[in-house]
């Protein structure tokens, strides 16, 4: 019986993205900014214009020096040093540390019924992995997640454009048309993959970082819409 429901399916590329689709990642960002938010109790400035703050550094870094904790830690510090117009002291310095430990010590919390679905997915197609970040950061992620023994390749990237996702097609050798990435971020995942030729599986997260929103065309029905990630088992 279970080869017969195997043979139902027919092989494709799955491609995945890691943090937010996989694992929570950005949640853990939200609660250190919240904590950050409280302990700076700015005198003039609410909380919404903080956060605008931070957004526009956090911005102007991700181009600069990539993504993950080290960068955030930065961004942090800069918006302090911004907001108080001065220096950070190694006090305060050692106080966003503190609030920021959850993110140090790199702590995985898989998104509810992925490890299932992968088992399934992985006996019917050929999946990878692909995640943008800091290299060894990511790769700490990945290991502690246990999962990686489901993909043909695991690949981290600075960036995920619409180049990547090309390159990724010619160094596996497969048809950006007959390939699916999988993810939760339209700028990163959904909208550089349809650009290389691929069709797109979005599961919105709701704790998706600001900077990886854009909108999708509703339109697109080279894009399909997911509500959780075990839906991929009906589809795939």
Request: charged content about 30%.
């Amino acid at each position: 019986m279970a080869d017969d429901r195997a043979a139902r399916w027919q092989a494709q590329v799955l491609i995945f993205d890691a943090d937010d689709t996989l694992w929570e990642n950005n949640v853990v960002f939200e609660r250190v900014i919240d904590d950050f938010l409280s302990w700076l109790d700015h005198p003039t400035l609410d909380r919404r214009e903080i956060r605008a703050i931070l957004d526009d550094i956090e911005r102007a870094n991700a181009v600069v020096h990539g993504y993950g904790s080290k960068v955030f830690l930065r961004s942090l510090g800069e918006c302090l040093e911004r907001l108080r117009e001065r220096p950070a002291t190694d006090a305060e310095r050692s106080e966003i540390d503190r609030l920021a430990v959850a993110l140090v010590e790199h702590r995985i919390e898989l998104m509810p019924g992925v490890a299932e679905a992968l088992d399934e997915l992985a006996g019917r197609h050929e999946l990878l992995l692909l995640t943008k970040g800091d290299r060894e950061e990511q790769q700490r992620k990945l290991d502690a997640s246990g999962l990686l023994h489901h993909f043909r390749a695991a690949h981290i990237v600075p960036e995920k454009d619409a180049d990547t996702y090309r390159w990724l097609a010619r160094e596996h050798g497969f048809d950006p048309a007959a390939a699916w990435m999988i993810g939760n971020s339209p700028r990163s995942d959904i909208l550089p993959a349809r650009a290389a030729g691929m069709q797109a599986v979005f599961i919105p997260n709701q704790n998706t970082w600001v900077l990886e929103d854009e909108e999708l065309d509703p339109t697109d029905h080279g894009v399909l819409r997911l509500a959780a990630f075990p839906d991929l088992l009906r589809h795939f």
